[in-house]
């Protein structure tokens, strides 16, 4: 079983609220991963989560604030959003960060739209 | 910067193979080249990766140039189902950007019936 979840799988919110995206896996994976795509665009890293310890964050706004409670969960918390930031976000997982070997599995993401 | 080059965009006729090929000319002797697929909207699925010798699995086969500047991912039977955006990426080491997925824009197949 390779299965990342997200929810919800469709967000509207607007520039002033408060949000939460959630990604869950249970394959015990140690790292765990963000990434941002913005429409007709490769996907591009946000964070990367390793044994829950932020270990990458790649200049990423203070708007988006990553939490990693558990080694099986992954929360993106959202507050004062542009629209630019309108995207699709995606989750994954994968066994240990970097090894070469170390596969990524990525969920079927949020699209989140910001009014 | 991703470090491959693909074709933005290919055409394939149902039941045929599909041929993607990819450039990484500047691969590091321990970087993994690792091919994955998008279909609109949906989350990236992993197909396949190698290091040196070709591989092979229940979705495709990827062969890799000797001297590692270059891949080819093939579809042996390719079906409707198949179309997407095909990305090939190198992998860095742990050591180098933390073992990172850098996406390149990918080559978009199209199989036609």
């Known amino acids: 079983d390779t299965e990342v979840t997200q929810t919800p799988k469709h967000l509207v919110m607007g520039m002033t609220n408060k949000k939460s995206l959630k990604c869950e896996q249970h394959?015990?994976?140690?790292?765990m991963y963000w990434y941002k795509q913005k429409a007709k665009k490769p996907p591009e890293l946000m964070f990367v989560?390793?044994?829950?310890?932020?270990?990458i964050n790649e200049s990423v706004p203070s708007r988006f604030s990553p939490e990693c409670p558990n080694s099986s969960l992954l929360n993106l918390h959202l507050h004062a959003l542009q629209p630019e930031d309108s995207a699709l976000y995606l989750c994954?997982?994968?066994?240990?960060?970097?090894?070469?070997?170390?596969?990524?599995?990525f969920g079927p993401g949020t699209r989140l739209t910001v009014l | 910067d991703a470090k491959t080059t693909q074709p933005t965009s290919m055409d394939c006729a149902e039941g045929r193979a599909a041929n993607l090929p990819c450039n990484h000319s500047t691969i590091s002797g321990n970087e993994y080249v690792y091919w994955y697929r998008q279909i609109h909207s949906q989350g990236p699925q992993y197909i396949i990766h190698g290091l040196k010798n070709n591989e092979t699995n229940e979705m495709a086969s990827l062969i890799i140039t000797e001297d590692r500047k270059s891949s080819t991912l093939i579809l042996p039977h390719a079906t409707l189902r198949d179309t997407a955006v095909y990305y090939c990426i190198v992998k860095t080491p742990r050591h180098n950007e933390g073992g990172k997925l850098i996406f390149g824009q990918g080559t978009e197949l199209s199989v036609k019936p």
């Open positions: 994954a997982s994968s066994q240990q960060q970097g090894a070469g070997t170390d596969t990524q599995y």
């Open positions: 989560y390793s044994y829950e310890k932020l270990s």
């Open positions: 394959m015990g994976h140690r790292a």
